[in-house]
């Protein structure tokens, strides 16, 4: 099977904790990782917060709920409690994969990128689809 796009490697881990700020605290002052950014991402109610995980090419996203309550960060806590969120991959041309899965009968949770953080452009695939995780599809801006 010829694939018209490319995965560049793991871009994320998303993280759902109970307490976003223990969480950053932890990655920061017990294992040294180095915060490189928050960010607000509107489209998915969400605020995050970077750390590089020991490469340049991959960082854990602590996500929080931007409002109490609110979003798919608050839903997911509410069903399933803490824990990892999504593993999300970098691809090289992402309407070139979510052309390409939806094609191959893949259930998409968006069939168009949206915008995500570091005006990156993103897509889900349903947990359906890929063993009840759910994967993020993430292509860098420049990319």
Same mark, same amino acid.
């Given at each position: 099977?010829?694939?018209?796009?490319?995965i560049?490697?793991?871009?994320?881990?998303?993280?759902?904790?109970?307490?976003?700020?223990?969480?950053?605290?932890?990655?920061?002052?017990?294992?040294?990782?180095?915060?490189?950014?928050?960010?607000?991402?509107?489209?998915?109610?969400?605020?995050?917060?970077?750390?590089?995980?020991?490469?340049?090419?991959?960082?854990?996203?602590?996500?929080?709920?931007?409002?109490?309550?609110?979003? %798919?960060?608050?839903?997911?806590l @509410?069903? !399933?409690? /803490?824990? +990892? #969120?999504?593993?999300a991959?970098?691809?090289?041309? $992402?309407?070139?994969?979510?052309?390409?899965?939806?094609?191959?009968?893949v259930?998409?949770?968006?069939?168009? %990128?949206?915008?995500?953080?570091? @005006?990156? !452009?993103? /897509?889900? +695939? #349903?947990?359906?689809?890929?063993?009840?995780?759910? $994967?993020?599809?993430?292509?860098?801006?420049?990319?």
């Amino acid at each position: 099977m010829t694939h018209p796009f490319k995965i560049l490697g793991v871009e994320h881990i998303g993280l759902a904790p109970k307490e976003s700020q223990v969480l950053c605290q932890f990655l920061g002052k017990m294992l040294g990782l180095k915060f490189t950014n928050e960010e607000l991402v509107p489209s998915q109610q969400t605020r995050t917060y970077f750390f590089e995980s020991g490469s340049n090419s991959s960082h854990l996203e602590v996500l929080e709920a931007s409002e109490p309550g609110l979003g %798919p960060i608050a839903s997911f806590l @509410a069903k !399933k409690g /803490a824990g +990892i #969120h999504h593993i999300a991959l970098r691809v090289d041309n $992402l309407l070139a994969a979510l052309s390409f899965l939806e094609a191959q009968g893949v259930e998409l949770i968006d069939k168009q %990128p949206r915008p995500g953080a570091h @005006a990156s !452009k993103v /897509a889900f +695939i #349903h947990p359906r689809a890929c063993g009840g995780v759910l $994967l993020e599809l993430v292509e860098l801006n420049g990319e």
